[in-house]
């Protein structure tokens, strides 16, 4: 194909990519398919490890990517969406990579497509894939976008897979139960793979998936556990194996939960992807993650980051208020996305926040303020503060007593505008 003399930079094949197909979520394997086959991806030599789920898949794979990039191996590791920069998507060595090599990747993908489109999830994953494959990694950690069984990352059959606890989100496109989403994330299983699920409460559909594909799937509390000995440390155990480890760098009692899973699958794996004790402690004190429990400073305000969306999500946000935060006053910059069951998350959160900073987000899916004021309708009044951006009630929320945590949540998109924001703040206060 002749090549886009006007596209240069990243920015530009961004744009190009989010023009280029009709549907901006077009589930399928049929167009990636003959794009990785046409650049030669569909049997990458490295080991391939596949993370679906509804919650903590981006836990998951920082993980993974951080354990095994302490070990040494040369690492991939692919995740979605990005907050602040499209470059957080593919990692190499727990590092983004650059726009020159995504620039190189998407001209290799554009040079191949014959008169196929793409969506943009899918010029991504295809981006990631060539990437790794140029780059030589050894091992590459693919974290589904949406569902499992349709998603552009299901085109390459894993060495190994991890589900991670499912709930209720985007019924839309996978089903109204959590026994349909499961099925679908079940998709990722293949008959030969190493499987674990971190779900503590697997659904029936899910276990006779794999049951059918003859697939031995590891079960917490039964193949494998974990428990807190002290504030600063847990244990885990699986496999005849026992590992007594720091407090990892991920907050929130949820977070051992997920990484149990994540043992589980790197001590399964050890015959072929060998690692010690201690690189496994030290990469989990080198998992790098941004917007889950995410505490950072301004002036002399303290802020917390948590992209909780869906009702469990937000469940274990409350909880981690409950327990840890049970004294603090919190002031909370919060939306959410149409899509979204809003009510449950309100009713969770607002026994723990004493005022709440709410706006319609700046985005296509973003819910209505008809929609919030619903959602929202069992706050006394005096509580809510509404504003006309989530950079107003960041700025609303920043001029709360110093004693106040503000705390962010909501979406992907509430915390991507409110990082964006407390960014440009330590820039203006000369602290970035």
């Not at 990579?97 to 943009?120: F, K, N, P, R, W």
């Not at 939960?257 to 989990?284: C, F, H, R, W, Y």
């Amino acid at each position: 194909m002749a090549a886009v003399h006007n596209l240069v930079s990243l920015d530009d094949w961004l744009a190009f990519q989010e023009q280029q197909h009709s549907k901006t979520i077009d589930l399928g394997l049929e167009r990636v398919r003959q794009m990785a086959q046409r650049l030669g991806l569909l049997s990458p030599t490295a080991l391939t490890i596949t993370v679906a789920g509804t919650n903590g898949k981006g836990s998951s794979t920082a993980a993974l990517s951080a354990i095994y990039t302490t070990a040494g191996y040369r690492t991939g590791w692919y995740a979605s969406p990005h907050l602040l920069n499209y470059n957080e998507r593919i990692c190499i060595d727990n590092q983004p990579v650059s726009d020159a090599l995504l620039v190189q990747a998407i001209e290799a993908i554009y040079a191949q497509l014959e008169g196929l489109t793409l969506s943009y999830f899918e010029w991504g994953t295809l981006a990631a894939l060539w990437l790794f494959k140029q780059q030589s990694c050894q091992v590459q950690v693919l974290e589904v976008g949406l569902g499992g069984r349709l998603d552009a990352v299901n085109v390459i059959n894993a060495d190994a897979a991890l589900i991670t606890p499912i709930d209720l989100d985007h019924q839309a496109w996978l089903g109204n139960d959590r026994a349909s989403i499961a099925k679908e994330k079940a998709g990722i299983l293949r008959g030969h793979q190493v499987a674990v699920c971190s779900d503590p409460n697997p659904e029936k559909s899910l276990l006779d998936y794999a049951s059918n594909l003859g697939v031995t799937l590891a079960l917490m509390s039964k193949d494998y556990h974990y428990q807190r000995l002290d504030a600063q440390t847990w244990q885990w155990q699986g496999l005849n194996k026992r590992l007594r480890l720091p407090q990892p760098k991920l907050l929130g009692e949820f977070q051992l939960a997920n990484l149990s899973g994540v043992l589980m699958l790197v001590q399964a794996l050890q015959s072929k992807l060998p690692v010690t004790d201690e690189q496994i402690a030290q990469g989990l004190q080198a998992i790098q993650l941004v917007g889950r429990l995410d505490y950072r400073q301004l002036a002399d305000a303290s802020w917390l980051f948590d992209v909780a969306h869906n009702p469990q999500s937000i469940r274990a946000l409350a909880d981690y208020c409950a327990t840890h935060l049970k004294n603090q006053s919190i002031a909370m910059v919060f939306s959410a996305l149409s899509d979204k069951e809003i009510a449950p998350m309100v009713a969770q959160l607002a026994p723990y926040v004493e005022r709440w900073f709410v706006a319609v987000l700046s985005s296509p899916r973003a819910a209505s303020r008809a929609q919030l004021q619903q959602a929202l309708a069992i706050l006394p009044d005096e509580q809510l503060v509404w504003c006309d951006s989530i950079e107003q009630a960041c700025e609303r929320a920043q001029q709360q007593p110093t004693a106040v945590l503000r705390l962010v949540t909501g979406s992907f998109v509430t915390v991507e505008q409110g990082l964006r924001w407390w960014q440009q703040q330590k820039m203006n206060l000369g602290e970035a």
